[in-house]
């Protein structure tokens, strides 16, 4: 099993759209995979169409010890979600030292899910669920929209993630790459620059460009293949997924090793 997290503490950068969009290009590939929504805000659940999630989900395994399994509601073939849950706030709110930032992986260790990909779509902050993602995945994904604050973010984001791999002693794996890009956009163009410059090792090939498609399909809780399966976007998510599986353990032990 591949686990990874959606991650960037900036908020509207595409996190979501990312983990709906990508989770659904995965498993239209043949795999099997869970979605889960580490956001308070459960915006997940009403992206895949399930405009009345459970009250009960991913806080619960994070709060009370079940596993991510009890709380999957399966949404697509091959596809299923746990929703955030009402409680996933008091996560953040809990008391006690770094073992709060393990709660998830422990639930992961004690029960594993049976799929091949694990996603977390990330709260825009960068407290305790944060933590407790990226103690428990083998890569992150951040989306970076083109503007120069993301740029600073970027690299605090990596400062933050080389702590936590020194903690875990475990390599996490950085994939970057551009959401919302706008190719006529200058600023985007500079900003993939810079990326180019500053984290050569982490930038995919593959990115997303901005379109309104994306806001409908998110607002329809239909996926971009079920939404306009010929758009741009669509064939943008099929590219990612396959850039991702495309990639060798190899390769991403070269990566990790790369950033400092
Ligand atoms: N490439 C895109 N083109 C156009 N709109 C987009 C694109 N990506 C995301 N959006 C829209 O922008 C808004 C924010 O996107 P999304 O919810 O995926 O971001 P997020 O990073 O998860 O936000 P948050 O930090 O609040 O969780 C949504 O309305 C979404 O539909
Ligand atoms: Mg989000």
Sequence with gaps: MQSLAVINQKGGVGKTTTAVNLGHALARAGHRVMLVDLDPQGH???CLG???APAQGADQVLL???GLGDHAVSTREL???VPAGNDLGEVERLRGGVERGRLLQQAIDRRPPEVDYLLFDCPPSAGLLVMN???AVDRVLVPVAGDFL???????LMGTLHKIEALRQRPLVRHVFLSRFVARRRLSREVREKIIEHFPSN???SGISEAAVLAECAGAGRTIFEYRAKSRSAAEFSALATELLGLGDKEYGQQASHVA
């Design 44 to 46: 997940l659940s009403p």
């Design 50 to 52: 399930l405009f009345r």
């Design 64 to 66: 009370a010890e079940p």
């Design 79 to 81: 596809l299923q979600v």
């Design 133 to 135: 993602a990226l103690f």
């Design 150 to 156: 993301s740029l600073t973010g970027l690299a605090r």
């Design 203 to 205: 930038l995919l090939e």
